[in-house]
């Protein structure tokens, strides 16, 4: 797990970002040093936590191994994987993230709505990295 990124638990599981005092502009991945807003001198950040649902903003699947540095087992076949682009209306911008285990590209369109749930991304020598992943709503796969 990447340190404050996400929190909670169930429907509690929420990404985290911080918001600038200043001009109030929010930001995921969190910044902790400074505002990222060009025109805003701010520097105090308050990490708050992002809308669970938004929207399908764009869709697309991995079919290849991506190559180095990527690390994967070469012995191991390649899984695809779906990755969604979600907006988040009311912080204003798009995230990016894997979708749910079971959901393919053919479950998804844009414009469709969908939550953040945790996930995992993978297990090693006794320590689960963990993740989020977006699931269309009412799905519970």
């Known amino acids: 797990m990447v340190a404050r990124w996400f929190d909670g638990e169930g429907d509690g599981f929420r990404l985290l970002g911080t918001r600038c005092a200043a001009c109030a ?6 910044e ?18 992002l809308s669970r649902r938004g929207r399908v903003w764009s869709y697309t699947d991995g079919r290849y191994r991506p190559p180095t540095p990527y690390v994967s087992d070469p012995e191991l076949p390649w899984e695809p994987y779906t990755l969604i682009a979600v907006e988040l209306e009311a912080e204003r911008m798009v995230v990016l993230g894997q979708a749910a285990p079971g959901v393919t590209v053919t479950d998804l369109e844009v414009g469709m709505e969908v939550e953040v749930v945790p996930g995992v991304l ?9 993740t989020w992943h977006w699931r269309p709503v009412g799905v519970t796969a």
Do not use: H, I, K, S
């Open 122 to 130: 993978g297990e090693d020598a006794g320590t689960t990295w963990t």
């Open 25 to 30: 502009a929010v930001f995921f991945p969190r």
């Open 32 to 49: 902790d040093g400074f505002c990222r807003n060009p025109g805003c001198a701010g520097d105090e950040l308050v990490e708050v936590a």
